[in-house]
């Protein structure tokens, strides 16, 4: 949990032109939403240290769209970052992300894990990533970072 020192998410909105998908993938951006906002590290660069914001995440023009508002939905500050560092994880990801969703359903507990161990590594590498992307604009850790990309991906997957 964020500390008087810290600040921290406490809404996180995906915009609404990116559309609902399949079941999976909802399942995905729920589980990041409610983990993201139950334990996050969040500080925009000159915002008040322990604040409380709001943010909605958007694809505008291939470019990533951090909308941040304070908890009373005064404008604070808009990051937008290019997509283009990402494309090859995100890429990776969906990919790894499909084998996991098939292995599910059709290999053993070994291949399974196996495959898992990769998609976390992918997934590690494009929270790393975006905390590069982020330096200077807005301070995240590392947990929260991954549940930021996992919420990026979703709003680059369509059904």
Partial sequence: MADDNHGRLIDVELDESIGRTTPDIEHERNVAIFDLIEENRFD??????????????????????????????????????????????????????????????????????????????????????????LAGKIEVDKDTARRLFTLICALQRRA
């Avoid at 709001?54 to 005064?74: A, C, G, M, T």
């Avoid at 990776?92 to 292995?103: G, K, L, R, T």
């Fill in 44 to 133: 925009p660069i000159g915002a008040p240290n322990g604040g409380k914001f709001k943010l909605k995440l958007s694809i505008v023009d291939k470019r990533l769209v951090f909308d941040i508002r304070s908890e009373n939905e005064e404008q604070l500050v808009t990051h937008i970052l290019s997509l283009t560092p990402f494309r090859k994880v995100i890429k990776d990801y969906f990919m790894i992300c499909d084998s996991y969703y098939e292995a599910i359903r059709t290999s053993t507990p070994q291949q399974i894990e196996a495959i898992d161990m990769g998609r976390r590594g992918i997934h590690n590498d494009g929270s790393e990533t975006l905390r590069e992307r």
